[in-house]
């Protein structure tokens, strides 16, 4: 019987750890997608460049660009300079696996999204998004 309560015990811990430790990954996820979010919004592409990886592809429905290259889209978001925010996300979820996170949501002006992150050299970063075209 001890060793059966000891189990029960060591299991729940485990669990508990792993809901710690996923609450703390997309906690640092939030905050990594604000960031980068913050850092478009004020049309700093070097800023926003810092948070997408090198190999990185996005599918943006509204515009119809399946691949972008880098270094083009960050000179583009430094030359127009600063947006408007919009008024953030809705209906976010989080499908979390070790040092890879799968980030879901609505989006005003974009639709509903899902972003790819990676922790890759011990910091996160985006390596695939998917936008639908927004519905008017």
Same mark, same amino acid.
């Given at each position: *019987? ?7 015990? =060591?299991? =729940? *811990? ?14 640092? =996820?939030?905050?990594?997608? #604000?960031? &980068? ?6 049309? !700093? ?15 943006? *429905?509204?515009?119809?660009?399946? @691949? ?22 809705? !209906?976010?979820?989080?499908?979390? /696996? /070790? @040092?890879?996170? =799968?980030?879901?949501?609505?989006? !005003?002006?974009?639709? #509903?999204?899902? #972003?790819?992150?990676?922790? &890759?050299?011990? &910091?996160?970063? *985006? ?8 519905? @008017?």
């Amino acid at each position: *019987m001890h060793f059966l309560v000891t189990t029960a015990i =060591v299991v =729940v *811990m485990a669990l508990s750890a792993s809901a710690q430790d996923k609450a703390k990954i997309q906690q640092e =996820v939030t905050d990594f997608d #604000r960031a &980068r979010g913050a850092a478009f919004v004020k049309g !700093d592409g070097d800023a926003w460049g810092k948070h997408i990886a090198d190999d990185c592809l996005w599918t943006v *429905m509204a515009t119809g660009v399946v @691949n972008q290259n880098k270094a083009e889209f960050t000179a583009e978001i430094t030359k127009r300079g600063p947006i408007e925010a919009g008024s953030g996300i809705s !209906d976010e979820k989080f499908h979390i /696996e /070790e @040092n890879r996170v =799968v980030q879901t949501g609505q989006s !005003d002006g974009i639709g #509903r999204f899902a #972003r790819v992150y990676a922790k &890759r050299d011990g &910091r996160w970063q *985006m390596i695939a998004l998917y936008t639908e075209k927004a519905i @008017n």
